[in-house]
């Protein structure tokens, strides 16, 4: 590892105790680590779709002990239950390592799960026979980037301070989304919920209205690299 990737490494430890500032609008908009908003909508986003998963559940809970008095045990439905929340809660965050840096899309959407087309192409190189340097060993290139280790570090310090507002929407607010009563209502102040509003419809690249001229110049590199002889080096956090 040169001076210089160390150095970049060395910084981002140093500020991984605090959060990151809004990132400032760039042209390619590739090395940055992610906001409190991006965090906040990865958070609801997981958190609401392992409820759905569960919410149709008939499944009847036994709850307390039968005494003496001969007080019976509480019969709660799992859909409404404390356990269900838990169960949801629990490794909440170690799934957002299953995101990947999408650097090629804008804003938060840079966030999804799956392989990125940056990464596609690049093990397509490596297939071909074209000698690819990332920096890392080719058994690391599908480890978590620093993006998103601290997208989960993050995750798991909101989760905890915001814990009971959490149990608040559970119990009494479900007919509001998650996003809304813990993002906009409690953990960000208004000017910063712009990422809310981002969803990703296959268009929102980083270069609008030029998808098919980006890929048209990826397939002429791509045939370049394989007539040239030598490598093509990337920084991986590009990925």
């Known amino acids: 590892m040169g001076p210089v990737r160390l150095g970049i490494l060395l910084f981002f430890l140093a500020v991984s105790g605090a959060w990151a500032e809004a990132p400032?609008?760039?042209?390619?908009?590739?090395e940055r680590l992610p906001s409190k908003c991006e965090v906040c909508k990865l958070l609801s986003m997981?958190?609401?779709e392992e409820l759905s998963r569960t919410?149709?559940?008939?499944?009847?809970?036994?709850?307390?002990?039968?005494?003496?008095?001969g007080k019976r045990k509480r019969h709660v439905p799992y859909s409404v239950s404390e356990t269900r929340l838990e169960e949801a809660l629990e490794n909440l965050c170690e799934r957002i390592l299953d995101y990947s840096v999408h650097a090629e899309r804008k804003g938060s959407l840079r966030y999804a799960k799956g392989q990125s087309q940056t990464m596609a192409t690049l093990k397509g190189l490596v297939q071909k026979g074209v000698k690819v340097d990332l920096g890392i060993p080719l058994e690391l290139w599908d480890e978590p980037s620093v993006e998103v280790t601290f997208l989960k570090k993050q995750c798991e310090t909101m989760l905890e301070e915001f814990e009971d507002v959490v149990g608040q929407w559970y119990f009494h607010h479900q007919e509001q989304p998650l996003q809304q009563f813990l993002c906009e209502g409690h953990v960000l102040p208004a000017a910063e919920t712009a990422c809310l509003q981002e969803t990703w419809t296959g268009k929102e690249?980083?270069?609008?209205?030029?998808e098919k001229a980006g890929e048209e110049e990826e397939e002429a590199e791509e045939e370049e690299m394989i007539k040239t002889p030598g490598h093509t080096k990337h920084d991986p956090e590009d990925l």
């Open 24 to 30: 400032k609008e760039e042209d390619d908009d590739t």
């Open 205 to 210: 690249k980083i270069t609008d209205g030029q």
């Open 55 to 69: 919410g149709r559940s008939r499944e009847v809970l036994e709850l307390g002990q039968v005494l003496d008095t």
């Open 46 to 48: 997981e958190l609401q």
